[in-house]
């Protein structure tokens, strides 16, 4: 997750203890956590064309707006990609990272629903990963769209859970290789 200037003190602040208390629960269920962030040149030339167009300058590579916002905790242990669009697949190294973590289900969790997170976990899904959408943990400043691509993906792309009904799955299957709902 990266600051965005669209994302409300009070949302925000929601939104990242949300996500805290998600990664505390994966960490001690010993699952790994693979935090991903959006990155661009200043001149832009790796940026999407709207932004090159409009010279939109917000995740700039050695600027804070780059950077996993301080008040979530990236651990040592963690691994850390950089995309360049929505997905967290595209024209990154997180196929082999999952292929080295063999984990059995993915939890996403961070901004923005309608396009980061629904790509992602589209990709995802046509991988053949049983994605979660931790509920709690995901937020858009487009609350319509992020409603609509909550709605469409639910049930069909992925399963929508609160961290009380990640947490409860996870102790259920410490120790097992199931998968979460």
């Given at each position: 997750?990266?600051?965005?200037?669209?994302?409300?003190?009070?949302?925000?602040?929601?939104?990242?203890?949300?996500?805290?208390?998600?990664?505390?629960?994966?960490?001690?269920?010993?699952?790994p956590?693979?935090?991903?962030?959006?990155?661009?040149?200043?001149?832009?030339?790796?940026?999407?064309?709207?932004?090159?167009?409009?010279?939109?300058?917000?995740t700039?590579?050695?600027?804070?707006?780059?950077?996993?916002v301080?008040?979530?905790?990236?651990?040592?242990?963690d691994?850390?990609?950089?995309?360049?669009?929505?997905?967290?697949?595209?024209?990154?190294?997180?196929d082999?990272?999952?292929?080295?973590?063999?984990?059995?289900?993915?939890?996403?969790?961070?901004?923005?629903?309608?396009?980061?997170?629904?790509?992602?976990?589209?990709?995802?899904?046509?991988?053949?990963?049983?994605?979660?959408?931790?509920?709690?943990?995901?937020?858009?400043?487009?609350?319509?769209?992020?409603?609509?691509?909550?709605?469409?993906?639910?049930?069909?792309?992925?399963?929508?859970?609160?961290?009380?009904?990640?947490?409860?799955?996870?102790?259920?299957?410490?120790?097992?290789?199931?998968?979460?709902?």
């Amino acid at each position: 997750m990266t600051s965005s200037p669209a994302c409300e003190p009070s949302a925000r602040s929601l939104l990242t203890h949300s996500i805290s208390e998600l990664v505390q629960i994966v960490r001690l269920s010993g699952c790994p956590v693979v935090w991903i962030r959006q990155e661009f040149e200043e001149d832009l030339r790796d940026a999407f064309s709207e932004m090159r167009a409009n010279e939109i300058r917000i995740t700039i590579k050695g600027t804070s707006g780059c950077e996993i916002v301080p008040e979530l905790s990236p651990s040592s242990v963690d691994t850390i990609i950089v995309k360049k669009r929505y997905s967290g697949f595209f024209g990154t190294s997180l196929d082999e990272t999952l292929g080295r973590l063999h984990p059995d289900t993915l939890i996403l969790a961070g901004i923005n629903t309608h396009a980061c997170i629904r790509t992602t976990a589209i990709d995802a899904y046509q991988r053949d990963w049983p994605v979660v959408l931790a509920a709690d943990c995901i937020d858009s400043y487009d609350k319509l769209h992020h409603e609509i691509s909550l709605k469409y993906m639910s049930g069909r792309i992925a399963t929508v859970l609160t961290n009380a009904e990640i947490r409860a799955e996870l102790i259920a299957t410490q120790g097992s290789h199931r998968k979460l709902r």
